[in-house]
């Protein structure tokens, strides 16, 4: 239900036509629970009355998946986290490491295959 609503929002929508286009889909919510949905996700953006997704979804959305795989573990397989991806996003492995690094909490290991903590 969420990718239907990211993709209703890759281009600005009040909340009345989301609902609707929502309602049109098969989407049950009213409008409460879409107004607090919306204003509960990171990745969407208010301006003025519309509201929209972020460009930079699949990095967040990536950087989650690596958060929840590295819970607690201080280097994981990047193979490990790719499992995790969904099934409609299509990364690659350097793509995961790239966003991972880019975020300052990873690093590659000099093997190339396993991401790690980094030391603060």
Do not use: C
């Amino acid at each position: 239900m969420v990718e239907i609503i990211y993709e209703q929002l890759k281009t600005p929508k009040s909340v009345e036509e989301l609902h609707q286009r929502l309602k049109e889909s098969g989407v049950k919510w009213n409008k409460a629970q879409l107004q607090l949905f919306l204003l509960m996700d990171s990745n969407i953006k208010k301006t003025g009355d519309l509201y929209s997704v972020g460009g930079n979804n699949l990095n967040t959305i990536i950087l989650d998946i690596v958060d929840k795989v590295m819970d607690g573990k201080p280097v994981t397989p990047i193979k490990r986290i790719m499992e995790y991806v969904p099934n409609d996003i299509t990364v690659s492995a350097e793509e995961i490491s790239k966003i991972a690094e880019q975020s300052g909490k990873y690093k590659l290991h000099p093997n190339g295959a396993v991401l790690m903590r980094a030391k603060n």
